[in-house]
Nanobody, 122 residues
Framework: VQLQASGGGLVQAGGSLRLSCAASVRTFSNYAVGWFRQASGKEREFVGG????????DYVDFVKGRFTISRDNAKNTVYLQMDSLEPEDTAVYFC????????????????WGQGTQVTVSS
């Protein structure tokens, strides 16, 4: 499985970005997908994720109500819509995939994209 994250960039506080995670795999619907981020000097942290079928999403508290994850299994793509961005959201964002159930734990994910930089200016 190869994952390609894209859509990052520079945005002002209060703005929006939509990240995409495109997968090269035959049965994308077998994989739960998580979004993680890593700010400079900090550990990688779970932001949110979506289950295999797309019917269940999970978010950490600091993005609830601002970020939305969706997926299109026909296009092998997962999206992270980020609204009301704050400078504290500045980080490299990664998508990751794992079989079976969604998890908050990075080491449980088998496949990772290369990351895309999101910078939010104040």
């Amino acid at each position: 499985v190869q994952l390609q994250a894209s859509g990052g960039g520079l945005v002002q506080a209060g703005g929006s970005l939509r990240l995409s995670c495109a997968a090269s795999v035959r049965t994308f619907s077998n994989y739960a997908v998580g979004w993680f981020r890593q700010a400079s000097g900090k550990e990688r942290e779970f932001v949110g994720g979506i289950n295999r079928g797309g019917g269940i999403t999970d978010y950490v508290d600091f993005v609830k109500g601002r970020f939305t994850i969706s997926r299109d299994n026909a296009k092998n793509t997962v999206y992270l819509q980020m609204d009301s961005l704050e400078p504290e959201d500045t980080a490299v964002y990664f998508c990751a995939a794992k079989r079976a159930i969604l998890s908050h734990v990075p080491r449980l994910y088998d496949y990772w994209g290369q990351g895309t930089q999101v910078t939010v200016s104040s």
